[in-house]
DNA sequence: AGCAGCATGTAAGTGGTTACATGATTGT
DNA sequence: ACAATCATGTAACCACTTACATGCTGCT
């Protein structure tokens, strides 16, 4: 009926990736899928103690002096790949600058503008991390196994990507999830500039 | 503090292009907004109750048989005016597929090019709504006064879309909704096309 | 008479965020 | 000593969906 939680699914493949805290199961999931994924504590802790009843974790002993460290269970992993394959949820769509574009008749002066122009330099943002993402992941082929971060930054690349030499399974799966980003983010940098450039036509909507 | 409710923005939005019953209201913005927007009665409901007590709204007294028909006051039209100003929350991205791509290893064999295979679908399916309602809205430049819905199937459109002639201020802002929704569409499929080709040369993925 | 669509609302439940409270550890 | 970070949890609140209850209208 309701639609199911997400979080044990992304607590689970946090974990998928080695034993963590808490803590460092929403650093790992903000750093990494942070464009496209959200957990908060208030969901993480909870999440943790259900997988914990069900089996599908288990909290070690510290070997660290503070916090529980999490690792999956075989039957935790399993119930991973089972979420994995569920469809998930599509919540309904709730785009704001959309329906703000929409009735942009009743916008301020200058406001449709203003608009779109947040709108591109989000894009243009966004398109910069990932380029550094991007030459970061793509120089290193094999060896350090830890979570790559957002940390530098790069022009924004326009050339559509190319279909990228396969690497090992878990680096495509990556790439893949990076290119999608890249192919939202320009394709709304497209679409902003191009209503910009309308918009300067239209001089009703000036300002 | 908290995610300010968005509904009230939608009902005054769809009041603005007429007097409607509060079911009017949900078919009107599904109808047109549909891919970008959603109201269920439990949010449209209530909301109309606030809007009357501030005084956004009037309900007059039924020319209709049942319902009652609300329409914008003038200072419901200036709370439009002020809430479209407002940039509007940015809820935490949480993107189903993509947490699913991302731990793709872990994914049953096939799953992942079951999941691209859907998005292609999904976003094709969406293309050849939104070519259906372009040549609708572009068919007519003036007189029809009233919302145009979706109806038609037309062929998915490869070439990117031209700046578009700017018609008058209405037509332009549905059109940028529209083309909107074009652009990411027509990303997520050249995306989804990639990822599967590219899964295809990695054998380890196939299924 | 009966059914499909129009119309209005309420109640329950859920997933999720935010804020708060608390404490340990580490570096300066 | 002090601050920043690590770490864990809970409580309050919120928007929203779903399901339900109810009745009217128009058509066949």
Redesign the pocket.
């Known amino acids: ?7 044990e699914l992304a607590v689970l493949g946090a974990l998928s990736t080695g034993p963590m ?5 929403r ?1 790992s999931i903000t750093g990494v899928l942070g464009h496209f994924w ?6 993480i ?2 999440a ?2 259900r997988l914990e009843a069900q089996g599908a974790v288990r909290r070690r002993s510290p070997g ?7 690792e999956l269970t075989r039957s935790g992993r399993r119930r991973l790949t089972a979420l994995l394959a569920e469809p998930g949820p599509t ?2 769509a ?1 785009n704001a600058l959309l329906l703000r574009l929409f009735f942009g008749t009743h916008l301020p002066d200058g406001g449709a503008r203003d608009l779109l122009a947040d709108a591109e330099a989000r894009a243009s943002a966004a398109l910069e991390e990932y380029a550094a993402v991007r030459s970061e992941i793509e120089g290193v082929t094999e060896g350090v196994p830890d979570a790559t971060a957002i940390t530098a930054a790069a022009p924004p690349t326009e050339e559509p990507a190319r279909p990228a030499p396969p690497a090992d399974p878990e680096q495509a799966y990556r790439t893949m999830t990076l290119s999608f980003g890249e192919h939202m983010a320009r394709a709304q940098q497209a679409w902003a500039r191009e209503c910009l450039t309308m918009l300067e036509g239209v001089s009703g909507a000036r300002g």
């Open positions: 009926m309701a639609r199911p939680s997400q979080t805290t808490g803590y460092e199961i650093g959200h957990e908060s504590f208030g969901q802790y909870p943790l103690g660290r002096t503070s916090g529980s460290v999490f919540p309904p709730r």
